[in-house]
Each structure stands twice: as structure tokens, then as C-alpha cells.
């Protein structure tokens, strides 16, 4: 079936270094990838999406390709902030067809000052 | 923001007690979706529904039941709640549950059943 696979957390990271969650999938057909972002206390917020092979979601200083090949979705950002811990999470939209999401585990993300 | 509110925020039930949690929106999206979060699993949808009276079930929806009277409220009903329930739950919507569109989230609630 279909699925996402997110590395494991917690990443801890100093202010200004470079960020990569991994993100891979397995889908049937041609879903649309996802990254929301959690903070703490809070609901999910869309952090960027992608809709077709190579396509590259940015906003907020990150980005993602979406890679049909390597079946990836990598979250990166090239200097993290304080602000940016949270959780973060890769979801893909189900191409079968039924209107759902399928999400990765979170990867929790903490940026040291 | 997308006009989302959850209800209650936090509840405190004991095992075998009936509990309904409120979802409503202010977006007229056509697609709501009840999902609880759990750690090592990520989110995992409960029930989603595609109109006033049309739901289905989602990948973990044994012991839950929904209902959807109007466009803008979607209930989730846990009959008689377990320990297995504790959770948090987001209720998320979207305008046309297609595979471009964009799914967004309520605030959650937080159900503690002891």
C-alpha cells in the first residue's frame, strides 16, 4: 500500500546551520507531496506542497523537489532559526482515489541559539 | 487562517462513557476529516466526510462514529470510550479532496480517557 517514511528525530541543530529531513514515499498513480509543520500546542500548517515530479515547493526559507525517481521528498533550509523547532511532517494524497491523506511518523526538530 | 474550530479543547472522561467532540468551519470546503495523533504514528485519519450525510471510514475507525447535518459541522462520537482512545484529535478540511488540494487544520483536542 501506500506509505511515508520520514528519518527519525529528534534533530538538534545550532542557529544557522543547514537543515535536511528525509522524506520518502511509495505510492501507486501520481500523488501530490506535502510538508506541514506542527508547533507546539497547535494544529498542522501547511509548510509547502508539490503536485508533479519536479516540481519544488518553497516557502519560509525551505524547500522540497519532489523526485519521482528516488521517490523523495527532502525538507531543506539552508540556515535555521529558534523559531523553526517543531514538529515536521511529510504526507502524501492518496492517488487510489478515496481523499486522504497518508503521513510519515513527524520528525521533531530543535535549533539550539 | 482557515476558519476552524475545535470543541472542546481539552476533556477528561472515564472508560465507557459516551463522548462527541465538534468540528466547524467557516470555509464551506466540501471535505472534513477527523484524525487522532499518536506518537510513532503520525496522524492517522478516523473518518472523512464528502458532503452533508456522506461519510466513510478512514484507516482507524472502530469505535468511532460520525455525522455531518450540516456543511459546516462535522461530529465525532466515541460510543463508549477506552483508555485506547487517549489522544489528540484533529478535525482538517478541504474544498474539493482532490489530490492537489490542500488539507487544513483545526487547532485539536485533547481527550484523556482514564
Known amino acids: ?113 | 487562517d482557515a476558519g476552524i474550530t475545535q470543541s472542546p479543547r481539552h476533556k477528561v472522561t472515564e472508560t465507557g462513557t459516551p463522548v462527541t467532540l465538534r468540528c466547524h468551519q467557516t470555509e464551506n470546503h466540501r471535505y472534513m476529516y477527523w484524525y487522532r495523533q499518536d506518537p510513532g504514528h503520525g496522524l492517522r485519519l478516523i473518518h472523512y466526510s464528502y458532503g452533508v450525510k456522506d461519510t466513510d471510514k478512514g484507516e482507524v475507525s472502530d469505535g468511532y462514529s460520525v455525522s455531518r447535518s450540516k456543511t459546516e459541522d462535522f461530529l465525532l462520537t466515541l460510543e463508549s470510550a477506552t483508555s485506547s482512545q487517549t489522544s489528540v484529535y484533529f478535525c482538517a478540511i478541504s474544498a474539493d479532496g482532490g489530490l492537489t488540494d490542500t488539507q487544513y487544520f483545526g487547532p485539536g483536542t485533547r481527550l484523556t480517557v482514564l
Open chain 1, 1 to 113: 500500500g501506500n506509505s511515508v517514511t520520514q528519518m527519525e528525530g529528534p534533530v538538534t541543530l545550532s542557529e544557522e546551520a543547514f537543515l535536511t529531513i528525509n522524506c520518502t514515499y511509495t505510492a501507486t498513480g501520481y500523488p501530490s507531496l506535502f510538508w506541514y509543520v506542527q508547533y507546539p500546542g497547535e494544529g498542522l500548517q501547511l509548510l509547502l506542497k508539490a503536485t508533479k515530479a519536479d516540481d519544488k515547493g518553497s516557502n519560509k526559507g525551505f524547500e522540497a523537489t519532489y523526485r519521482k525517481e528516488t521517490t523523495s521528498f527532502h525538507l531543506e533550509k539552508g540556515s535555521v532559526q529558534v523559531s523553526d523547532s517543531a514538529v515536521y511532517f511529510c504526507a502524501l494524497s492518496d492517488p487510489s482515489g478515496t481523499y486522504k491523506y497518508i503521513f510519515g511518523t513527524g520528525t521533531r526538530l530543535k535549533v539550539l541559539a
